[in-house]
């Protein structure tokens, strides 16, 4: 690694925890949108990507479902993080997926910032829900642990400022850099088929620069940079570190997890491509036979 050419970059920030604890609807506060409402069911579907911005310092947060079902989405979240947000309802209690996300943040060995949501709520009891990841041998900082606790309500606002203060102090402590100066290299977070675009993939960059025109390969299949988009459905000229985008111009639909690679010209990454999907056949091929 040469380090002259390393930058400093954004934290990518995971936010999980167990189904309805308030992952989505904490995004959404920070997005002072609402992606909650237009969701079938309430339920998460997909992890989404998103900038955001606090006092002039960025932070790329990614949402995971918490239903039983999206084990390797969280597991996935959990590897291209810098930190994670663990949300536990403080009306409810630690509960399978709040475990299995603490799993996964072992495994991972990333950090973690407690968040204790629903405040506002009537049965609100964060000093239960300490208790009980004390039981779990997650020590928030004033039961004499090392993890940073924010108590807040995704609903009312209320302290968010504390948790992303607390999350930033932990990105501090990270001292996070990338060379934005050469070939991209990400992980598609999420994909589809657009009616109007075509393959589409959500790809959050982790070193270098994505460009239009870029040539790439993700998973088995080839791509050429024809657009990037914001989550706006703005267009972007590049995609640096830490920063996620709509890429248009893939050649079949990459998978949620694949690698994300530019290569030096058209030819090299046909030829990856093309290998990929030969060694894809082949195993295929072995599996029928089994
Ligand atoms: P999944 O993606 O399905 O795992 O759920 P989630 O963790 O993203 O939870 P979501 O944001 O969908 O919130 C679940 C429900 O809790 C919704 O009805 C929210 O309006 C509500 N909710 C979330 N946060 C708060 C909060 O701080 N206070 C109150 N009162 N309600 C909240
Ligand atoms: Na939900
Ligand atoms: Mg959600």
Same mark, same amino acid.
């Given at each position: 690694?040469?380090?002259?050419?390393?930058?400093?970059?954004?934290?990518?920030?995971?936010?999980?925890?167990?189904?309805?604890?308030?992952?989505?609807?904490?995004?959404?506060?920070l997005?002072?949108?609402?992606?909650?409402?237009?969701?079938?069911?309430?339920?998460?579907?997909?992890?989404?990507?998103?900038?955001?911005?606090?006092?002039?310092?960025?932070?790329?947060?990614?949402?995971?479902?918490?239903?039983?079902?999206?084990?390797?989405?969280?597991?996935?979240?959990?590897?291209?993080?810098?930190?994670?947000?663990?949300?536990?309802?403080?009306?409810?209690?630690?509960?399978?997926?709040?475990i299995? %996300?603490?799993? !996964?943040?072992k =495994?991972? +060995? @990333?950090?973690?910032?407690?968040?204790?949501? &629903?405040?506002?709520?009537?049965? /609100?009891?964060?000093?239960?829900?300490?208790?009980?990841?004390a039981?779990?041998?997650?020590?928030?900082?004033?039961?004499?642990?090392?993890?940073?606790?924010?108590?807040?309500?995704?609903?009312?606002?209320?302290?968010?400022?504390?948790?992303?203060?607390?999350?930033l102090?932990?990105?501090?402590?990270?001292d996070?850099? %990338?060379?934005? !100066?050469?070939? =991209?290299? +990400? @992980?598609?977070?999420?994909?589809?088929?657009? &009616?109007?675009?075509?393959p589409? /993939?959500?790809?959050?960059?982790?070193?270098?620069?994505?460009?239009?025109?870029?040539?790439?390969?993700?998973?088995?299949?080839?791509?050429?940079?024809r657009?990037?988009?914001?989550?706006?459905?703005?267009?972007?000229?590049?995609?640096?570190?830490?920063?996620?985008?709509?890429?248009?111009?893939?050649?079949?639909?990459?998978?949620?997890?694949?690698?994300?690679?530019?290569?030096?010209?058209?030819?090299?990454?046909?030829?990856l491509?093309?290998?990929?999907?030969?060694?894809?056949?082949?195993?295929?091929?072995?599996?029928?036979?089994?």
């Amino acid at each position: 690694v040469d380090e002259s050419m390393l930058e400093p970059r954004a934290p990518i920030v995971t936010i999980m925890g167990h189904v309805d604890h308030g992952k989505t609807s904490l995004l959404d506060y920070l997005r002072k949108s609402n992606i909650t409402a237009g969701e079938a069911g309430g339920i998460t579907q997909h992890i989404g990507a998103y900038e955001v911005e606090y006092e002039g310092k960025k932070i790329t947060f990614l949402d995971t479902p918490g239903h039983e079902a999206f084990t390797a989405m969280r597991a996935r979240g959990a590897q291209v993080t810098d930190i994670v947000i663990l949300v536990v309802a403080a009306d409810d209690a630690v509960m399978p997926q709040t475990i299995e %996300a603490i799993d !996964h943040v072992k =495994a991972a +060995g @990333v950090h973690m910032v407690i968040a204790i949501n &629903k405040i506002d709520k009537p049965g /609100a009891d964060p000093e239960r829900i300490k208790q009980q990841l004390a039981e779990r041998d997650i020590l928030v900082e004033d039961w004499g642990g090392t993890y940073q606790c924010a108590e807040i309500s995704a609903k009312t606002g209320q302290g968010v400022s504390d948790l992303l203060e607390k999350l930033l102090l932990e990105a501090e402590m990270l001292d996070l850099k %990338a060379n934005p !100066h050469k070939r =991209a290299v +990400g @992980v598609v977070i999420e994909s589809r088929l657009d &009616k109007g675009k075509g393959p589409i /993939a959500t790809v959050l960059v982790q070193d270098g620069t994505l460009k239009v025109g870029d040539h790439f390969v993700a998973g088995h299949h080839y791509g050429r940079v024809r657009a990037l988009l914001n989550e706006k459905n703005e267009r972007m000229k590049t995609a640096g570190p830490s920063q996620p985008a709509v890429v248009l111009g893939f050649e079949g639909i990459p998978q949620a997890g694949d690698r994300f690679v530019v290569m030096k010209d058209e030819k090299a990454a046909r030829e990856l491509a093309s290998k990929r999907q030969q060694l894809k056949r082949e195993q295929e091929a072995k599996q029928v036979k089994m």
